[in-house]
């Protein structure tokens, strides 16, 4: 299968929302990553439910909703309603996380954990074949336009290994300071979906930017 590009909205020109997802929608990119943040589990605001059912009526691709929020699961059936196809919750932010998961499930959306930079990948072993999508934050979640982790090639490589050897069809996501000079070595370490944010949308020309990374 080749890889999936999800370019990141927190990075749009949020008083053009619509003609950004337009944009979108013409463009090679597979998913649409939205970022929710609470300013509680990490120390930053960003989208609402309101803003995302916006975005919903205009997408054409899937939105891939990352909750960067305490106590997701207050919130499930929530997002669900305002058009999320696929839901990842911070590993960090359960304390009950197959509960959780479960949830998700029942909303009948794509079930997805992140983790954060310092999070051990073999933490999730035991639930790998239950989740569609590990998100590996490749830089302190938060704030968009950091700087990559470079460590995380090796996160990469460490998942995809504990994939195979449970027979789990489970995607990794990259998640932060993606662009072209790392994108190669991200997908030939095991990489299956690469996020992108600044890279995409300060690029003169999103689109043929997106087709770069979709044609690597």
């Keep these: 299968m080749s890889h999936l590009i999800a370019p990141s909205v927190l990075a749009c020109d949020f008083a053009n929302i619509q003609s950004e997802i337009e944009m979108l929608n013409k463009s090679k990119a597979d998913w649409i990553h939205i970022d929710v943040m609470d300013g509680a589990f990490v120390p930053n605001i960003s989208f609402g439910m309101p803003v995302i059912q916006a975005m919903k009526k205009h997408a054409k691709k899937p939105l891939d909703v990352h909750l960067m929020i305490e106590k997701p699961e207050n919130y499930i059936s ?6 999320a196809d696929i839901i990842t919750i911070h590993y960090e932010a359960c304390n009950h996380l197959h ?15 992140a983790l954060n930079p310092h999070t051990p990948v073999d933490l999730l072993v035991s639930i790998i074949n239950e989740i569609d999508l590990v998100c590996l ?13 470079e460590s995380t ?5 460490e998942l995809k290994e504990i994939i195979k050897k449970n027979n789990a069809t489970t995607k990794i996501e990259i998640d932060g300071g993606v ?9 030939d370490a095991g990489a299956d979906v690469l ?18 990374l979709k044609s690597i």
Excluded: H, W
């Design 153 to 157: 090639y090796d996160k990469v490589k």
């Design 137 to 149: 934050m490749s830089v302190n979640p938060g704030f968009g336009g950091q700087s990559f982790i």
């Design 78 to 83: 929530d997002f669900k309603k305002v058009g």
């Design 179 to 187: 662009k072209q000079s790392n994108a190669k070595k991200l997908l």
């Design 195 to 212: 996020v992108a944010g600044s890279f995409v949308f300060s690029a003169e020309n999103p689109i043929a930017t997106i087709a770069q």
């Design 99 to 113: 509960r959780v998961l479960q949830m998700i499930k029942a909303e009948g959306c794509q079930v997805g954990v």
